[in-house]
């Protein structure tokens, strides 16, 4: 049998949240669905040594700060799910685990939204599923032949099973940065960036990227030249565990290679390194297959938006996925205000 609902959210993480408390607070019918088992969206699934960029009060989804964490100035993973479960259960959001959402479609005046758990059909739909399940991997020469171990960013966890290995990490970015910080004291680390690593200054963290994140946006929108701001003195917050390597030499990158051997990487002018293991710290792609049949994406694979609202499809609403779908939205608190903006919008288009 098909379900209905005024409005579809999905994917249970903290942009879903964000939206299911916006729809909630303005009384539109909603459902979350959600592919994990359990609440955190992918907080579950990081590094073990993984922290916040920005303090608790800075971190905070709309409606309720998420409280300290006791002895840490900047929280880590289990204490983000841990605010994400109780936020959940505090605003009694309506969301069904373990529900994989296979396609959505166009349903007359509606979406209809397959599942591997039954059908649904809503007059809008939010996409909130992140990025985490879709890691991107370059096209580097020789990935093959290595004859090594290669993981990315989402399958690292602790430096205990790289002890005593030879470990190059990929990407000069914060996973990057962190990881390769994890890693320092324990394994023999090769850091590889595309660039120099730019480091911010130790006492700018995420609060102070998220405001200039929202300048460029505010920039950009009225035609006006991005100038960059804050974020054009780095691109690494040094959160204590980077600072600390850094501080004690343990960071020193190399350039990046430009293949890998059976046994390691090689640069262009002959030089190479043996590895056991790689580490690709190269980010993500936005996870959107389950719209394949709206035809709605551009070369790039992003789709075309209007704040959070698909261009071609009014009815759909993309949130969470980057600066493309609001300023910093990829993030805990960047994610409230175009989620506030969405859940706004559908209002009008429910009524209308």
């Known amino acids: 049998m098909t379900q209905s609902t005024d409005v579809v959210v999905i994917g249970g993480g903290q942009s879903g949240l964000a939206a299911g408390y916006h729809l909630r607070r303005l009384g539109i019918e909603h459902v979350i669905l959600d592919a994990q088992a359990a609440p955190g ?27 300290p964490q006791p002895g840490e100035v900047y929280p880590d993973a289990e204490h983000v799910v841990s605010y994400l479960a109780d936020y959940e259960k505090r605003y009694e959001l309506p969301v069904q685990r373990g529900v994989w959402v296979d396609a959505v479609h166009r349903d007359g005046s509606c979406l209809g939204i397959t599942t591997d758990c039954g059908d649904w059909q809503a007059r809008a739909v939010i996409s909130a599923t992140g990025t985490w399940t879709r890691p991107f991997l370059p096209a580097i020469p020789g990935r093959r032949e290595f004859a090594g171990r290669q993981l990315h960013t989402v399958q690292y966890r602790s430096p205990v099973e790289f002890a005593g290995q030879r470990v190059v990490v990929v990407g000069g970015g914060n996973s990057g940065a962190q990881i390769a910080a994890d890693l320092a004291a324990t394994a023999d680390l090769t850091w590889v960036t595309q660039r120099l690593p730019r480091f911010l200054p130790d006492d700018i963290d995420g609060r102070a990227l998220f405001d200039a994140a929202t300048a460029r946006r505010q920039a950009l929108d009225a035609g006006r030249t991005d100038t960059g701001g804050v974020a054009s003195l780095g691109d690494i917050v040094a959160v204590p565990p980077v600072r600390a390597a850094r501080d004690a030499g343990l960071l020193a990158a190399k350039p990046m290679f430009s293949r890998l051997t059976e046994d390691g990487v090689a640069w262009a002018d002959g030089t190479s390194t043996q590895a056991d293991a790689i580490i690709w710290c190269t980010g993500f792609r936005p996870d959107l297959a389950h719209f394949a049949s709206l035809r709605l994406r551009g070369t790039r694979g992003h789709i075309a938006t209007i704040g959070t609202r698909a261009v071609d499809e009014p009815r759909l609403h993309l949130l969470g996925y980057g600066d493309w779908t609001g300023p910093a939205s990829a993030t805990l608190i960047g994610v409230g205000r175009p989620a506030r903006e969405a859940a706004r919008d559908i209002a009008e288009l429910l009524r209308s």
């Open 41 to 67: 969206g992918a907080w579950p699934h990081t590094w073990d040594s993984l922290r916040l960029f920005s303090p608790a009060a800075y971190s905070s989804l709309p409606g309720r700060l998420m409280p």
